[in-house]
């Protein structure tokens, strides 16, 4: 990591400025897929040990965060996007995010090992490490395919919630992080078609600025056509079931179809309406892996009353 030439003028650290080290929106959907895993699982599980697990899971995420932030503080302080993050900003200094990531990462582990099983914390360790590490420190400045290879770690929450439960690994938990992995790449490629960035200046390789949007938008149909089979297995799981096959077909479909816009698209056309069809389909992704999930939720939830799963027809 290059060193940060922070602004001349200093700034008291308030509680908002190290919550915003550990990237809170990014930790919700950690916390969200980590909870339905958790619930979705064959094994009931007192609702203290669930609590403290999802817990772990949330310090977990948010310690990464903050490993990211101290590493990244140099080109943080170049993009505009991320200029004014609390340590390029110089309102939190980088020993500060260190020392917060490090002590989280730790705390996060050992309780989660303590309260819950060695497999759910081990799966934990190595969703930070992979983040913090391999993500971070190795892949997001040497490989356009960063965003793919890194998105293991914000895949593996659900894994982790199976974990908790069961102690153990499944098809259904694999599944469900295979979901998120295949999700990532044109969800957030999706965006970067549109959004201007600064990754060049700041010596990052995403795809948009290595190979172009062309190259780009082919990538993001490739992995939407990967992502589907993915998302019907689900449904044919423990798992699964009629509701969740109705949203997987419906919601394919739709993000299948947003895809395919954005891959025949003409640059020149597409500048001319503002990335309608990016914007469009970006905003469909969101509702895509939140109602999928939604979808395994509502499956479990109704299995009590005889109506979840396949066994009802």
Known sequence: MTDVNMQDTTYEAGMGDYFALLKPRVMSLVVFTALVGLFVAPVPVHPFIAFVGILCVAVG???????????????????????????????????????????????????????????????????IFFYAVVYSMWLKRSTPQNIVIGGLSGALPPMIGWAIATGSISVESVLMTALIFMWTPPHFWALAIFVKSDYGNAGVPMLTETHGRRVTRNHIMGYMVALVPVSLAIAFTSIGGPIYLAVALIWNGWFLSACYKVWRRDEEVAESDGFAAERAAFKVSLAYLFLHFVALFAEAALAPLGFGGWSWL
């Open 61 to 127: 995420a948010g310690a990464s965060g903050a490993l990211n932030m101290w590493w990244d503080a140099d080109i943080d302080r170049i993009m505009r996007r991320t200029a004014k993050r609390p340590i390029p900003s110089g309102r939190v200094q980088p020993e500060e995010a260190l020392a917060i990531g490090l002590a989280l990462s730790g705390f996060s582990v050992v309780l989660l090992a303590l309260a819950t099983n060695f497999l759910a914390a081990f799966l934990l360790a190595f969703t």
